[in-house]
């Protein structure tokens, strides 16, 4: 059974630094695409960003480009975000996910079968 467990949420203040944190235990994760989304209140969820099987490729929305940063340890089976200069827009329920098949890109159309649970980011302003 996939499980993907996300921490490192919290409550900051716009333009403080957060590193988001999901551990995946069930698969070879080293084979896996993985990516983060986010749901900000009454909004709809949306990709945020991405990272290929071999680490290769990322990919980023818009509004996070050149703030956040994805990385990926494959000895460790976990997925990061890096997320600096943030602002209230980016307060959110944050997940990650893992692509529904292997050897995936990662990207915002890839098919993502697996969900965390969510943590909390808040940024006041």
């Known amino acids: 059974q996939v499980q993907l467990v996300e921490s490192g949420g919290g409550l900051v203040q716009a333009g403080d630094s957060l590193r988001l944190s999901c551990a995946v235990s069930?698969?070879?994760?080293?084979?896996?695409?993985m990516a983060w989304f986010r749901r900000a209140p009454g909004k709809e969820r949306e990709f945020v960003s991405g990272?290929?099987?071999?680490?290769?490729?990322?990919y980023y929305a818009d509004s996070v480009e050149g703030r956040f940063t994805i990385s990926r340890d494959n000895n460790k089976s976990t997925m990061y975000l890096q997320m600096s200069s943030l602002k209230p827009e980016d307060t959110a329920v944050y997940s990650c996910?893992?692509?529904?098949?292997?050897?995936?890109?990662?990207?915002?159309?890839?098919?993502?079968?697996?969900w965390g649970q969510g943590t909390q980011v808040t940024v006041s302003s």
């Open positions: 990272i290929s099987w071999t680490g290769d490729h990322t």
């Open positions: 996910a893992v692509e529904s098949a292997p050897y995936g890109l990662g990207g915002t159309l890839s098919p993502f079968g697996s």
């Open positions: 069930g698969l070879t994760f080293s084979s896996y695409a």
